[in-house]
Structure formats: C-alpha cells, structure tokens
C-alpha cells in the first residue's frame, strides 16, 4: 500500500470553477501536510503547508487536513489558465525529514 | 539569490554505462536532498545529507547508486552501471539547518532527465 494516495487526473475545468483536489495517507506519524505545485519540465514549488488537523487559507488556495480520516484537501477558488500544473500532496513527520509524495493531480483550467 | 540547479538537465545513456548528475543547493544550505520520479510513479526520496554527512539513505535503491557531498556544498549522483529502470527525472532539493518557520521547507531543482537506452 503506497503511504500517499492521490488521484492522478487529468483534470480539466473552466476559468473561474472552484477545484477540489483530495489525498489520503496511511502514516500516522505524518505531521506537515504540504501542497507543491509542479510545471512542465520544473522543479516541484511549495504552494502551501499546514501543520496537523484544520484549515489554512492563502488568497484563492484553500488546505484543509483531517488526520482522523487521514484526509488532504486543497481547494482553489475562482480558477484560473496559470493554475494549469500538476499539484502534488507531500506529508513529512516534520523537521528535516523527507517528504513523501502523492502521484500528483494534473490540473488543466481552459479560458 | 540563485535557487537549485542541477545539471545536465538531461541526459541519454546506453545500459551499462556510468553518469554522474550534479547539484549545486541554494547557499547556506546544510540540507541536500535527492529524489527521483520514475515514468507513471510518484516522486520517491532517495537520501539525504546535512552538510557532507549522510543523514538518510534510506531511499538508495541499490549499491549502483552512489552519492557523494564533498565539503558539504555541491553534490553529485553516480550511478553506475546503469539500467534501463534507473531511466527518470532526478531531482535535488535543499533547505537550510535552521529555521524560523515551524516548516522547514525544501527547494527544488528543476531536475536532471536520465534516459537510459
């Protein structure tokens, strides 16, 4: 069983939809639930992180996690043609430890 | 301030073959990560290095890989010899020791393609 499971797409809404991209985790010891957002042919980039169970808001970009489901949520409001990447979940236990990634979702917003 | 780089950007071998994949973390970085994305898999933690030392190969997929951090600023990947399931996007991340986040968040490069023929 992976440690991250993510649905890899594609997914593909019109300008201005609100999207709902989902993971879950088996590892309990997971404590920072990050978001990177990925380009073609770029790095992966920090979107936003959240430390264990709740809510964090930042402008469009929504991230909720229920570690009692071991669920991970990122909502991005009011879509728009720049939000087209691959959006990748990745739990850590923290500190300096690895990241652990989901496959990543594929998200294409059409104009 | 320059992020990540790593280099070549892309690479094409024959089976059997060596290549060494380079990174040059931000400046000041401590922290040296290396992962690698196979075709149709998730991105995979291979090891990681605070300054020249080794704090977690857990990731090394075998003895073919071999990563080195002379002098705790650059690091380089070998992998030797190479197969055709090596073939992937390598990819190299850095964060400094310390931090005043509660996160300490890694930098990515943009990733070295290996194609392995």
């Known amino acids: 069983q992976k440690e991250v499971e993510q649905d890899p797409g594609p997914l593909s809404v019109p300008e201005g939809a609100i999207v709902s991209l989902n993971c879950t985790y088996s590892?309990?010891?997971?404590?920072?639930f990050m978001w990177y957002r990925q380009y073609s042919r770029k790095g992966p980039e920090l979107l936003m992180y959240t430390y264990s169970s709740g809510n964090k808001e930042d402008g469009r970009f929504t991230a909720q996690v229920d570690k009692s489901s071991k669920y991970i949520s990122l909502f991005i409001r009011d879509s728009q043609p720049s939000d087209s990447a691959t959006y990748l979940c990745?739990?850590?236990?923290?500190?300096?430890?690895?990241?652990?990634f989901g496959t990543g979702t594929k998200l294409q917003v059409i104009p | 301030e320059a992020g990540v780089t790593q280099f070549p950007s892309h690479s094409v071998i024959e089976k059997g073959q060596t290549v060494t994949l380079r990174c040059d973390p931000i400046s000041g970085h401590d922290n040296l990560y290396w992962y690698r994305r196979v075709m149709g898999k998730e991105i995979k933690f291979l090891l990681h290095?605070?300054?020249?030392?080794?704090?977690?190969e857990s990731g090394m997929p075998n003895n073919r890989f071999l990563a080195e951090r002379t002098g705790g600023t650059y690091s380089t990947l070998k992998v030797q010899p190479a197969e055709l399931e090596d073939s992937g996007v390598y990819f190299c991340?850095?964060?400094?020791?310390?931090?005043?986040?509660?996160?300490?968040?890694?930098?990515f490069g943009p990733g070295t393609r290996l194609t392995v023929l």
């Open positions: 290095f605070v300054k020249e030392s080794k704090q977690d």
């Open positions: 990745a739990p850590s236990s923290g500190g300096y430890q690895k990241v652990t």
């Open positions: 590892n309990s010891a997971f404590q920072y």
């Open positions: 991340a850095s964060s400094p020791l310390r931090t005043t986040s509660s996160y300490n968040e890694q930098f």
